[in-house]
């Protein structure tokens, strides 16, 4: 547990998206999901929001409401939709998904954040795609961030990382669960090594800037044992075995 006064640099000011995403995917994720003329967008687990406030200046007719627990990323979102005079556009709403309802929505974005319904890991992506069919009008359209496995995890690689081997399938497996819960794929990429490499390294700088601004603090060994974990977790485990796809997927009429 890291004491509370430990203050970090909030991971919005390395990150432009809490995610291995580049700006030019995220620009081609927005173009995938097609017009988006008078669309409500729903964003869950948001975090600050960045890809929905994208999405909304895409088309001045879009409106948005993000849900994240995280106050203090909402609180950055609610910021920069001000700054972006998106304000009036989109509501940001501190809550836990798990015990929230809304819609219906034309557009449902859950990237990296098939966790927020809760339950076990292995039911995760499935909660996403019911909710998606909970949610969105007919035609409605699911653009889902989801790891997978670019190959089969080692022992070893299991060992050394916090996540369950059965939490994740393979590429084919996750595109089969979406058509098996009623969705047609529209458009389908994936993160590459560098955009992983890119976000891992960035979300790490905040514990490495403040383990070099007080390298006496009675804290620096929790901190430095927090990031040498998180690296051991990276470099041993996921590293060029977890994948995170990008699906852009349609609500079939069948
Ligand atoms: C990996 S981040 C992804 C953030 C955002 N979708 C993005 O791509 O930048 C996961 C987010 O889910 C949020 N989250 C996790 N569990 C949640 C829950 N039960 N309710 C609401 N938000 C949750 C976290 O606070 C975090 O912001």
Not at 5 to 33: C, N, Q, V, W, Y
Not at 131 to 152: D, I
Not at 172 to 195: C, I, K, N, T
Request: net charge negative; with cysteine.
């Amino acid at each position: 547990m890291i004491h509370a006064m430990t203050k970090l640099t909030p991971l919005h000011e390395d990150l432009t998206f809490h995610g291995p995403l580049s700006e030019e995917r995220a620009a081609r994720l927005i173009r995938s999901l097609g017009s988006l003329k008078d669309a409500h967008v729903v964003d869950v687990g948001c975090g600050w929001a960045e890809l929905l406030l994208r999405i909304l200046e895409a088309d001045p007719s879009a409106t948005g409401h993000g849900v994240d627990r995280d106050a203090e990323a909402i609180a950055h979102g609610r910021e920069n939709a001000r700054a972006r005079g998106l304000a009036d556009r989109v509501e940001l709403e501190v809550a836990d998904v798990a015990a929230w309802s809304g819609g219906p929505a034309d557009v449902l974005i859950v990237n990296g954040a098939s966790q927020v319904w809760g339950g076990a890991e292995t039911e995760h992506t499935a909660n996403a795609l019911r909710a998606g069919r909970a949610l969105l009008r007919p035609g409605g359209r699911l653009l889902l961030g989801e790891g997978f496995w670019e190959r089969e995890p080692t022992d070893e690689q299991l060992a050394a990382m916090p996540i369950p081997r059965d939490q994740y399938r393979d590429l084919p497996g996750l595109v089969d669960l979406a058509m098996a819960h009623g969705y047609r794929l529209l458009s389908l990429s994936q993160a590459s090594l560098d955009e992983w490499d890119e976000f891992e390294s960035q979300h790490s700088l905040a514990w490495e800037h403040w383990l070099l601004a007080n390298p006496d603090s009675p804290e620096a060994d929790k901190i430095r044992a927090k990031a040498d974990t998180f690296r051991g977790y990276r470099l041993r485990g996921w590293r060029g075995t977890l994948g995170m796809a990008y699906l852009t997927l349609v609500v079939s009429h069948t």
